[in-house]
């Protein structure tokens, strides 16, 4: 049997999020029925070397977190036993220009180093092409608004609503009273999902609530733009709209990338 592709999950952004991803890949694959049909995985979480990504961006943080993730990947690299790799980061954050650039930069003298191809997915990247599967009639360029959720360092670096104006859509964010709500239902020490692993009623309830606001805006879908989003909102669709999962994009970028022949079908998306 070939030797596929090494997937890497570079992990601890937060924890569970890389818990989510290395699942979203289990459930992903053609494995045809056996545990060795599935693909090879190291799976890194490293919280304590990869700073905070939005302090980060808000200039509240110095030290890059690209520069800790950048030794998860070296740690990686070490054991692929001279096999080709494919990263994916599972924080919508990290894929700031401001971060990811630089760690992708990184990455290509740590591939050079060890001889071995470390293909990097974009998950944002990814995200816009499942948004292109889910969206009814959303040939690209599109046209309408998509809602999106994220931290509040996703927001300021407007990341996603480049990569959405490029596709045709109007960004539409929750209001500057619900981003502060939105962001403490991920970061608050004492119920936001960061802090307890697992998100809460109040986590999901206020989650919920803050997408059924812009589905009632107008928003033809809802990028769920932070890692832990899917957490809580596990439906597929809500208000009758879909909600979009970075973390499923990502997963399947990664196997379509390692071994494409192992790539189950998207399932369709049922109504609300």
Known sequence: ?????????????????GVALHARIIQ?????????????????????DVTDRTEYLLGRQ???????MARTIVMAAAGLGGHDAVIGVPCNTFHAPAIFRPF???VAVIAKASGVSLQVVHMLDETMALLKTVVPGSDFPGTGIIGLMSTTGT???????????????????????????LHAAIYDPAWGIKATGQPGARATE????LAGKLADRGARAVILGCTELPLAL???????????????????????????????PLPSTPEA
């Open 1 to 17: 049997m070939a030797y596929d592709k090494v997937l890497i999950i570079g992990g601890g952004v937060g924890p569970m999020a």
């Open 28 to 48: 992903n694959t053609l494995s045809g029925g056996s545990d060795q049909g599935h693909l090879d995985l190291r799976h890194f979480s490293r919280s304590a």
């Open 62 to 68: 110095a030290v890059s977190p690209a520069e800790g």
């Open 104 to 106: 992708t930069d990184r």
């Open 155 to 181: 927001r300021a670096s407007g990341v996603y609503d480049s990569l959405l104006a490029g596709a045709g859509f109007a960004a539409l964010h929750v209001d500057d009273a619900d981003q502060a709500v």
């Open 206 to 209: 206020t989650l919920r609530g």
């Open 234 to 264: 596990t439906e597929s669709s809500i208000c009758g709209i879909p909600l979009v999962d970075p973390v499923l994009a990502l997963a399947r970028a990664m196997i379509r990338e390692a071994a494409p022949a192992k790539l189950a």
